[in-house]
């Protein structure tokens, strides 16, 4: 990387950037008009460079400039400045991009005449230009005294490439010591890269076959016969299987990787063949690199895998089975581990990988070893199923969800909300209405509301579950369907028939019956029934907790705006505030008044800042509104509260924004 692209010199062009712009602002230096020649505008910069009276920053953006817009006349004044210290890494980050071979030029003959960091600075941008005619010079300097010179050089030659390159950089290499050599070794490598590139890949093999030796790092070591492999292509098959059986944890952690990359179905048969001769840790990993592979042509030593010994290697198998499969092979297998495995580890691995094979034929057969499993297995097979939204099993699972096993009835639930349709809503609206088992009420209902959100049109939805609801003759009937069709209307608007249906719910003699039409009401999803809700929380006082909520939700949606429905929020919350009896119903009205935008919502709030239990909550709510007030005639008011809360709220984040909202409001003078 060179230092005109590095973090410091980008920091550093941006700090002089905003000195630039506060100069530009004073007159100096005035940007060029829209519409001026480019040869103009670089004589101007050129210009700027050149005065005496120039400043730092202006030149530096100059520079900047240029290298985006900069000529062949620009090039001769640049190269003036590579020896200047300050100067140096700005003209070198307007020369490095130009295209002429003048800039190239420009900074070989620099090499000449700088030195230290200036003479760093210099080779970098040469290997950022890939400059090949500076090899013979860069060469030179792979033995300078000063390390940074000799590795910038190494770095460079690396980077240009080329049989030149190459060799003298390994003929340095061999007598380098320490971090030079380890910056040679890196160059060697990356040359090697560009001869690769450029199909010179014997080169190239020759490079990477030298730098596996013991003697470097093993970072380099295992990049280095990654390289020797690929390189070779096909013939580098040998070589790997080789390094494959090593002990060398450098060149084993080289040789997978290769493995999984180097292409060909005859390398995947290369590998298959090496299996058996692996110890069990190697064999898993192997099986792994297969799969990673996705070549059918390794089927026959997976399936081999899936009867070894070692527990690890017959799960690797199961696992890599669908990423091999041939569309037939791998199902039956698959199949009897999941009847019949010889472990947990198994069982769960062959189930996730059936979940990968595809195809009807699947799904029957997973369907077939379903009805004979056993009840765990049966509710690990139902959720596969589900899974693979396999629909043919609709039926089965209708039938276990009726089943006396919980368990099993609860997962072909879970899997019903999934691959059900529709018209099997009747039988799951039974279901769900006749589960006596709490656990089991809870998947019933999630499948009767999953289905009924698959009907189309959207406002046809709580149909079915609203027929049933006006034709239930008992009361437990009546309270189960109330369950899922709250859900339902929450999720798919509610119309003024179902909103009938619900309010005559909530008339019912039966107590169930009416507690579940107030949950329904209260999760109405407009403020349809708020005027319902508040006669609740003014009659039934066990119900008005409840009542209040979801009322109080609904008056606040209505007072922001995010509900268009007719309601006199401000009577509600009125009406409402008179009945709070407990702190949590305190707390319900707090919140919803914070959504207010007129005075009345500040004034209902005030005692409330007096009260201890819920003084935090108000404090909050009062600087919600504020900013509804600021700029109406009581925006005084407002801000001398806001100045109390300031002064005297507990809470250090209260006191914050209480403060930073009281200093947004400037009442208006009383003319």
């Known amino acids: 990387m060179t230092l005109a692209n590095s973090t410091s010199f980008r ?20 940007p060029l008009a829209s519409g001026v020649p480019r040869a103009e505008e670089v004589r101007k910069l050129l210009a700027t460079l050149q005065a005496a009276d120039s400043s730092y920053e202006q030149k530096a953006l100059a520079c900047h400039r240029l290298a985006i817009i900069g000529t062949k006349d620009a090039i001769p004044v640049l190269a003036t400045f590579l020896t200047d210290e300050k100067m140096a890494h700005y003209a070198r980050h307007a020369l490095e ?9 420009a900074l070989r003959e620099a090499l000449g005449r700088t030195q230290g960091k200036l003479l760093v600075g210099v080779v970098n941008s040469i290997g950022f230009r890939r400059d090949s005619a ?24 690396g980077r240009i490439g080329g049989t ?22 890196d160059a060697c490598l990356a040359c090697a890269e560009q001869l690769v ?9 020759a490079i990477y076959d030298a730098m596996t030796a013991p003697g470097f790092p093993d970072y380099l070591r295992t990049a280095a016969m990654y390289g020797a492999i690929t390189s070779r292509e096909a013939g580098g098959v040998a070589l790997l299987v080789k390094q494959l059986h090593a002990q060398d944890k450098a060149m084993l952690s ?28 190697k064999q898993t990993a192997l099986l792994h690199v297969l799969g990673d592979r996705t070549d059918s042509t390794a089927l026959a030593v997976v399936l081999e895998g899936t009867k070894a010994t070692a527990p690890a290697v017959r799960v690797a198998a199961l696992q890599v089975l669908p990423r091999v499969d041939d569309g037939k092979s791998s199902l039956p297998v698959l199949l009897r581990a999941v009847t019949g495995g010889q472990s947990p580890a198994e069982t769960d691995a062959a189930l996730a990988s059936l979940g990968q094979i595809g195809g009807a034929d699947a799904n029957a057969s997973i369907l077939a070893a379903m009805r004979s499993a056993a009840p765990a297995l049966k509710v690990k097979l139902i959720a596969l199923l589900a899974t693979r939204r396999a629909e043919n099993a609709r039926a089965d699972l209708l039938k276990l969800a009726a089943g006396p096993e919980a368990e099993v009835a609860k997962a072909a639930l879970r899997a019903l909300a999934v691959v059900a349709r529709p018209e099997d809503l009747s039988e799951l609206i039974r279901l769900s209405t006749s589960a006596r088992d709490d656990s089991v009420k809870v998947p019933a209902d999630l499948a009767v509301y999953s289905v009924s959100m698959k009907i189309t049109p959207a406002a046809k939805r709580p149909e079915p579950v609203l027929t049933a609801l006006r034709s239930a003759k008992d009361a437990p009937t009546r309270a189960a369907l109330l369950r899922p069709l709250g859900a339902i209307i929450k999720g798919t608007g509610g119309s003024p028939q179902a909103l009938e249906t619900v309010k005559s719910a909530l008339k019912d003699s039966d107590a169930q019956v009416r507690l579940a039409a107030l949950r329904c009401l209260t999760d109405w999803p407009d403020a349809s029934p708020a005027g319902l809700l508040l006669e609740v929380a003014q009659n039934e006082p066990d119900h008005r907790e409840l009542a209040l909520r979801g009322g109080a939700r609904m008056a606040a949606n209505v007072a922001a705006g995010r509900d268009s429905t007719k309601l006199d929020h401000l009577a509600w919350f009125t009406q409402a505030n008179q009945l709070v009896r407990t702190t949590e119903e305190k707390l319900i009205i707090v919140s919803g008044l914070g959504s207010l935008r007129q005075i009345e919502g500040l004034r209902m709030l005030q005692p409330y800042l007096e009260d201890p239990a819920v003084a935090t909550e108000a404090e909050l709510a009062v600087v919600e509104l504020s900013a509804a007030l600021a700029s109406t005639s009581h925006a005084g008011t407002v801000k001398g509260v806001l100045e109390k809360i300031t002064a005297t709220s507990k809470d250090a984040d209260v006191r914050r924004k209480a403060g930073k909202a009281a200093k947004g409001i400037q009442p208006k003078k009383q003319k």
């Open 11 to 30: 920091a550093t062009l941006a700090a002089i950037l905003v000195a630039v712009t506060a100069t530009l602002s004073r007159g100096q230096g005035a």
């Open 134 to 157: 500076a090899t013979p010079t860069l060469a030179k300097l792979l033995a300078a005294p000063d390390r940074e010179v000799a590795t910038a050089a190494a770095a460079a030659l």
């Open 164 to 185: 030149e390159a190459a060799k003298h950089l390994q003929a340095t290499l061999g007598k380098a010591q320490g971090e030079t050599r380890n910056a040679l070794a």
């Open 97 to 105: 991009p130009m295209p002429d071979p003048a800039a190239g030029a």
């Open 254 to 281: 080289a040789a997978w990787r290769a493995a999984r990359e180097l292409p060909g179905a005859g390398v995947t048969k290369a590998l298959a063949a090496e299996f058996a001769k692996f110890p069990a840790d």
């Open 197 to 205: 590139a450029e199909r010179k890949r014997s080169e190239a093999a």
